[in-house]
């Protein structure tokens, strides 16, 4: 950059650094207004990349159970060398191992116990609360977050609608498996017999017109919840009120609870209850994810 020297004849031009006086006389150098990138920085940065290829292997090795070093190399875009230092490194680590008949490499026991470690602190409340605050900043109607509990569900968790005419409920209150969108999700993806077992000690109840009046009822329709991948409650709890739900896998696959939507029927037309299934599926899916499910 051309900076004017300090010198009798300012009209003169030079590439040197720009010179002032301290207090003392003595010339010095002005700084550069750009720092040039340190050594470090480099290094960080070669750091980070190395973190992503060690994960972009393991990654590899485990969806594909087995897999040599020409392989890996290909299917990762790496050299051969390259692949081979970083198993030997996660080999040492205690992460992959090698069949010595094929010299291919597999992912070892010990990330399983890592996952496990990561899994014992997951909470379903707080990892569901995220994803409820947005379903609740959406439609602004009660969300839910209920599990099952003998013979009934249980709410663990809500957020309340904004409006006045909502429904009236509580974290800890209990209302039937038949009856409620929550406690159909919890039955259908139950083994048949499970849920009729389970069905078998409940006392059905009529809270509305709509209610379902017995086991074999309910099992007809588990089936259908199930395919659809949700379930609802169509004034069968509670005249006037209807709920829809979805469930939430954790790292088994087995449901683990549930999250619902409930809302007065005359805010509901076709294409809000459409609306409303794809929020609550979109969220029921990122939970499970944070639960350690896996998504086919």
Not at 32 to 41: L, R, V
Request: hydrophobic letters at 40%; proline letters at 3%; a negative charge.
């Amino acid at each position: 950059m051309l900076t004017f020297s300090e010198t009798t004849d300012e009209s003169s031009m030079s590439t040197a650094p720009r010179q002032k006086k301290d207090r003392g006389g003595a010339r010095t150098a002005t700084p550069k207004a750009q720092k040039a990138e340190e050594p470090g920085d480099e290094r960080r940065t070669e750091s980070v990349a190395a973190v992503g290829k060690a994960f972009a292997i393991l990654d590899a090795i485990g969806q594909r159970g087995q897999i040599g070093i020409s392989d890996l190399a290909a299917q990762l875009d790496m050299s051969k060398t390259t692949v081979h230092r970083f198993l030997q490194t996660l080999r040492g680590l205690g992460y992959v191992e090698q069949e010595g008949d094929t010299e291919r490499y597999r992912l070892t026991i010990q990330l399983f116990q890592l996952g496990a470690l990561a899994l014992e602190n997951v909470d379903l409340v707080r990892e569901a609360d995220k994803e409820m605050r947005l379903i609740s900043q959406q439609t602004r109607e009660t969300v839910h977050l209920g599990a099952f509990d003998e013979d009934s569900i249980i709410y663990i968790h809500k957020i309340d609608a904004d409006y006045g005419l909502r429904m009236q409920s509580r974290i800890g209150r209990r209302n039937p498996l038949y009856s409620t969108a929550i406690g159909k999700v919890l039955l259908a993806w139950r083994d048949p017999a499970e849920a009729r077992e389970i069905l078998s000690h409940v006392e059905f109840k009529k809270s509305t017109s709509k209610t379902l009046a017995s086991a074999e009822a309910v099992l007809n329709i588990l089936p259908n919840v199930r395919e659809q991948g949700y379930g609802e409650d169509d004034e069968e709890q509670e005249e006037g009120l209807r709920c829809l739900a979805v469930p939430i896998f954790d790292r088994l696959g087995h449901v683990a609870a549930a999250l619902s939507l409930s809302f007065p029927s005359i805010r509901c037309g076709a294409d809000t209850r459409t609306h409303y299934i794809a929020l609550l599926k979109h969220a029921g899916a990122a939970i499970s994810v944070r639960l350690g499910y896996r998504m086919e």
